[in-house]
């Protein structure tokens, strides 16, 4: 597994945040300016309420160290573009999607280290043998997150003809790769999976679930309107699953720690559209 965990998957998650990158324009986030208010809510949503409600079921739920971790990797992880296209099924406001998930993607520099090194202090206590750095852990974030979607958006903003070409392809690419990605993680715990998912894919189902109601009660509250609470509850389902898997087998060798990030981006595709449906028909109500 060492030719696909320091190279392949790298490159895999690299080239899907490029793909990310060369679909934004700076219009994507003048427009935090323009919509301060419905990019706050999603914001805090997104980076504050999903880890703090993932602590709360690893403290409330009897699970191995290892598992929770995973759990609080998968919750510190940026929405994905996966939300983006939901939201637009769903009717909802895609440009506010696609700011938060450019937004929470070049904080998560800032964001997964600080949330992943806080949780394996608490919950690992240091017995795995290693130490896990806030320093070390932004490098290789910023590495294969923040540059490949600073790349992608200066070939946007300089080469828009190449951009607008490419784009297509590489969204496609993209989900290809995901999918090789997230298979290859389930395939490494192949034995096993059978028992994991019954360990792992209820509290992720539960995390998925609860926080996408609750980003949509609180936008409900807060947001200027439906197609914004839309947006926001989506982005808040729909995590970057890939980078997940990443952070996981690049810090911790993979493994365990893995599961919880496998099983959720597995449940969210299905919850994902069980809710666009709902969203849909109350919104073709109104």
Partial sequence: MGLVTDIFLPLALAFIMFALGIGLTFKDFTRVVRQPRDFMIGL??????????????????????????????????????TSNILTSFARGDVALSISLTAITSLLSVITIPFIVTISYSYLMGGSAGQE??????????????????????????????????????????????????????????RANIVEYFAQAGLITLTLNVVM????????????????????????????????????????????????????YSLIMFATGLIFVAVLRRINSKD
């Fill in 44 to 81: 805090i949503s997104q980076i504050l309420l999903l880890p703090l409600v993932a602590f709360a079921l690893v403290k409330i739920w009897s699970m191995p160290a290892e598992l929770a971790l995973g759990l609080m990797i998968i919750a510190a992880a940026p929405g994905g573009v």
């Fill in 132 to 189: 896990v750095s806030v320093a070390n852990t932004a490098l290789s974030v910023f590495a294969i997150v923040t540059i490949p979607v600073l790349a992608g958006l200066t070939v946007r903003r300089f080469a828009e003809g190449f951009a607008l070409r490419f784009e297509p392809t590489a969204r496609t690419f993209s989900t290809i790769l995901f999918v090789v990605v997230l298979a290859g993680a389930i395939f490494q715990e």
């Fill in 212 to 263: 996408m109601v609750l980003a949509f009660t609180v936008a409900g509250v807060f947001a200027s309107g439906r197609r914004q609470k839309t947006a926001i509850s989506l982005e808040c389902g729909l995590q970057n699953g890939t980078l997940a898997i990443a952070v996981a087998t690049l810090l911790f060798g993979g493994g365990l720690i893995t599961v919880p990030a496998a099983t």
